[in-house]
């Protein structure tokens, strides 16, 4: 299982965002891209509308078997890679094999401040 799936439902429960934080920095991810980058190099984002209207988000997995049936090329990367790379604004999908959490923009801007 997921170490951030469970991270979320305990944050859900305690209404406590702040759980979440050092798993998802600790974490390694495959993002969705639009081309794949070279080393040092930031990747191309490959944004889709996210679960809140008329702002874009990034989608991400612990696992590419996630991610499998999406056709874009994954990039690699810690969470903490993520949070620094990201462009402010974007939000994040995280997907499982079961469903999907979300980070929206405000708590992403309240992760970078912490």
């Given at each position: ?34 081309a794949q980058a070279k080393p040092g190099e ?12 008329d702002r874009l988000c990034v989608t991400v ?34 997907v499982y094999g079961d469903g999907a959490d ?13």
């Open positions: 299982m997921s170490p951030l799936k469970p991270a979320f439902q305990q944050a859900r429960a305690e209404r406590n965002i702040d759980l979440v934080l050092p798993l998802l920095k600790a974490a390694t991810l495959y993002v969705v891209v639009g930031k990747p191309e984002w490959f944004l889709t509308p996210s679960p809140t209207k997995s612990e696992t590419e078997a996630a991610l499998a049936k999406i056709k874009w090329p994954k990039h690699k990367l810690s969470g903490a890679q993520l949070l620094e790379a990201l462009p402010r604004g974007i939000e994040i999908v995280i979300y980070i929206t923009r405000e708590h992403l801007d309240w992760y970078r401040k912490a």
